[in-house]
Structures are given as C-alpha cells and as structure tokens.
C-alpha cells in the first residue's frame, strides 16, 4: 500500500518522496524512466521510494532505450555537445552524452537533447541518493521489476560445514625419513589440553563486497577468434595473445593448421568458420564450441569470461535484466528481481546471430523463465561467480551481446532502441 501511494502522489505532484528505511543501502536501488509516462520511478526491491515527472529526448534527439548505470556524478556540469548548457547534479548515463540531469524545463513531454531532465529539488535529492555503478532501466513503455526464483540464477555458496577431528578419516602423511607412515589426525581431542586463546580484540566488520555486473549473450567473431587463438597455441601453433583481433600470428596459425588437415577444409574458404572452431576443439579434446558467453565486470572493469551453453539458439533469448536485491549466505539464498524489456531484431541482426524466431522477446507470457531455462552455466563458472556475487549484482541476457556504449569505464550497457 505504502509504494502504490508513493507513486501516486509522487506523479500528481512531481516532488521526491524518499523512505529512509528503504532507501538505506544505494547498492540495492535502481531507476526506471518510462518514455511512455515521462517518468521516473526509483525502486529499492519492488517497493517505489521515490518518483518524479521528466522530459527525454524530441523527435531527432531521442533518448535511447535499454539499461545503463550511473558512471560518473557531478554536482555542477556543463554540455561539451550544447553550447556549454548547464546541467545541474547530473549523474552520466553514457560517455557519449546522455545523462540524468536538474533542468527549469520539465513539461513532461519529450523535451530534451537525449538526456534525461528532471526538476531540481527532484534532481538533487535523488543525486544524494545515489552511486556510481546504480542500474538504469530506460524503456519505452512502464515495466516493474518483479521476484523471480530460477535455478539458473547464482546463490550463495554458503558456509562450508566444519568437520570434527572425531569424523576425520585417518590418512597417512609421509615422514620425513624412510619408514612407517605418520598417523596425522587424532581420535581423541578431550585428552588434548587446549592452550589458552590470547586476548585480542575483536576484528574489525568487513566492507561490503562490490557488486559484479554480468552479461550473458551469443557469441561473437571476437568470442571465436579468441578460442581458436586459446587452442591453436596449446597445440604448438603461434597464435600470438588470445585478443580476438585476426593479427599476422593469428592469420599465419590458422593457416598453417588447415595445411595439416587439406580433406577438413577443402571446401571451406573462410579463414574464421563453424568448421575450424570444431576442427580445433575437436583436436584438444574440448567437444562441442560453446554457442554463448557469459562476461563479468566490477567496478567499471573487466574480470572474466567464460562460455556458456544456449538451447535452441535459433529461438531469440528476448532482454532481460535481473538485479540482486539480497542474499542470505547461510542460507544460501538470494533474492532476485527481474524486468523484461522489448526488443525487436532487425531482419540484418536475425540474420548475423542466426535467430530464425525472436518470439521469447516480446513482453508475453513467462519470456524470463524460458530464457533463463535454456543456459546451461558450466560448474566451475557458476562456483566462481557466486564467490563473487553480493547486494546490487545485476545479470543481463541479450541477443546484442556488448551494445557500441559498452567500453572502458561503463558496465555493460544494452540498447534497446536507439
């Protein structure tokens, strides 16, 4: 009842209207603008904190559509791209200018250059609100993060259970001299005196972890190329740095591997295809190439990737976007948000990713859960991942994969429409 009265008051009214409980931890918020509505809500879980009215791009200078972060904040920032107009508490959206920003000009219809305005008592509260790194859903129509509980979605590890000496099994260690081997477990630990613990004082709570951001996404020339650099070079061929760019070394490996196979690839004239990817995988005992990749960053940088499996890939996974709202690692239990965001493929991009039916990406039905159903994150990946996750991760599944914004300094940042 609270948030629906939240939201009703704050549209009439187009003021912040703030719940300090709710609103305590920034790493669990995140912003939705509606173009549709023209507004903004800011949601803590599914419970609306704070809402104002807003002005996005006009007709030639629209606002994209998609998700984005908060990058960068500045109380005071003027326009490189506007005759240096000033744009007040503005929290940076993409380094090619798009932005949400205080203005005096805020008449809730599409009024801007692309940016996002807001009004400025509106503005300022909510820059204090936020952090760098607080997702930011743009969408053309109103969506509302709903719970979702899918095994494919990380938990937590949890804590690993303590085993007593008594249940130990006794396992030989070697001595240091030749003879009978040392029986290194006890039994028995009541007969052993225990030493007294010093006197220390307590240590100090940990900091919050960062929160990762992931993307899940079909893979690319540059996924491939960097596979088949990966594998040619423990074969002994000289790949040159596994980059994804066809360099020289690359060229010169991949030829030199066909050379050795002339009946595999007589009919192949593509230096990079289906057929050298099995070839090579074949040859290291891999299997079958992965079709997905599932990429993580922290902190606006780059940590690692790794493959990942997607059923039917014929069938568009849609664009989809899950934020971690909390864990409970004893438990091993985590709380996850999704949104399902429209977003239709062009026949050119049906076309490049192989995408026959993109029906799972319109806004019908269960698309998260039939998306989320056809991953398959190896285990070691997963193990890795959910060391990692903690409050504000957020996880994006896209057929685009890295959208032209995504780069140095951003996390992934997917667009929907442009």
Partial sequence: MFSRLVFGLGLLSATALVHPALAADARTLQIIVSKDKQSLAVYDGTEVVATSKVSTGKDGHTTPSGIFSVLEKQKYHESNLYSNAPMPFMQRLTWSGIALHESNSVPRYPASHGCVRMPGTFAKKLYGMTEPGIPVIISDGEVVPQPIDHPTLFHPQGPTPMLLLSDVELRPSMPDSAGTPVQVAMNDTAAMPMPAAPLVAAPEAEPPSEPISMLIARRTLRETVIDIQTLLNQLGFSAGDPDGLLGPSTVQAIKSFKTLRPAEFAGDRSLVSDTLLKSVYAATGK????????????????????????????????????????????????????????????????????????????????????????????????????????????????????GRETGEGTDFITITRG
């Fill in 287 to 402: 299997g079958e190439p992965p079709n997905g990749v599932i990429m993580v960053r922290q902190a606006f940088k780059p940590i690692f990737e790794a493959p990942v499996t997607i059923a039917d890939p014929g069938l568009a996974l849609g664009t989809h976007f899950f934020t971690l709202h909390a864990l409970d690692e004893n438990a091993g239990t985590a709380d996850w948000l999704g949104i399902t965001l429209q977003n239709n493929l062009s026949r050119e991009t049906m076309k490049r990713l192989g995408v026959t039916n993109q029906e799972s990406s319109i806004v019908s039905g269960r698309p998260i859960a039939r998306s989320l159903s056809r991953i398959t994150i190896p285990d070691e990946t997963r193990r890795r991942i959910e060391a990692l996750i903690a409050p504000g991760s957020t996880l994006t599944i896209s057929d685009t994969g890295l």
